[in-house]
């Protein structure tokens, strides 16, 4: 796509409950990161895909956090169990490689209720 | 993680004014990146530099490469009332996988 896509743009969930953010990044690209940002805050790193190599999950917060990319394409982040301080915007973003700026999508609003 | 520092948080500045802010970080980096968020959006890539000393231009907007490596800065001349937003600093290491962000700078601009 031209952009990277991200859904859905707003969630509010019951404390507990499990949800699934999306991430479609730009064609070609094959590094793909997600993000953290809460409210006023920078941007925390939580995982980064790079080809057909593992995953580096070294920003994960806890277990209940889990992503996996198919295909080398489309990305999703699983938060099980969701407690109120995961609300924040979970921002997705891809790259032709590790040494090239990131496309940003326009996040996820999360928020645990 | 690592967190780059960045400075000021948050100016309040009048239509027409520069504007100055920086990065700095305890690691030597060999790529800064400048971004600017809008609310609601995710951050947008203003300027790249890839070489200590480098000085770079988009427009109004000049950031450069500090020659220690470990810093960087961006000006905007003559501010406008769209360019207010959050502006983001990213560096990244030779051996890293991942850039590294700063802790953002809120901008606003008076009319």
């Known amino acids: 796509g031209a952009g990277v896509s991200q859904s859905p743009s707003n969630k509010v969930t019951e404390k507990g409950k499990d949800v699934e953010l999306r991430c479609d990044p730009i064609?070609?690209?094959?590094?793909l990161y997600w993000y953290r940002q809460s409210l006023g805050q920078g941007l925390e790193f939580l995982i980064y895909?790079?080809?057909?190599?593992?995953?580096?999950k070294s920003g994960l917060p806890s277990d209940r956090f889990s992503a996996e990319r198919t295909g080398g394409s489309v990305s999703t982040l699983t938060i099980q169990r969701t407690q109120q301080e995961d609300s924040a915007v979970y921002l997705c973003?891809?790259?032709?490689?590790?040494?090239?700026?990131?496309?940003f999508g326009s996040g996820t609003r999360l928020t645990v209720v | 993680g690592q967190q780059l520092n960045q400075s000021p948080q948050s100016m309040f500045i009048q239509e027409g004014e520069d504007v100055s802010m920086n990065c700095t970080s305890s690691?030597?980096?060999?790529?800064w990146l400048w971004y600017k968020q809008d609310p609601g959006e995710g951050p947008v890539l203003l300027i790249a530099?890839?070489?200590?000393?480098e000085l770079t231009s988009n427009g109004r907007l000049t950031a450069q490469f500090g020659i220690t490596r470990k810093d960087s800065f961006l000006n905007i001349s003559a501010s406008i009332p769209s360019d207010v937003g959050i502006y983001f600093c990213?560096?990244?290491?030779?051996?890293?996988?991942?850039?590294?962000f700063g802790t953002g700078t809120s901008l606003t601009v008076i009319p």
């Open positions: 973003a891809s790259s032709f490689g590790t040494s090239y700026g990131y496309t």
């Open positions: 064609s070609g690209h094959t590094a």
């Open positions: 895909f790079q080809g057909n190599s593992a995953p580096d």
């Open positions: 690691s030597i980096f060999n790529t």
């Open positions: 530099l890839y070489k200590a000393g």
């Open positions: 990213a560096g990244r290491s030779n051996t890293g996988n991942q850039f590294y």
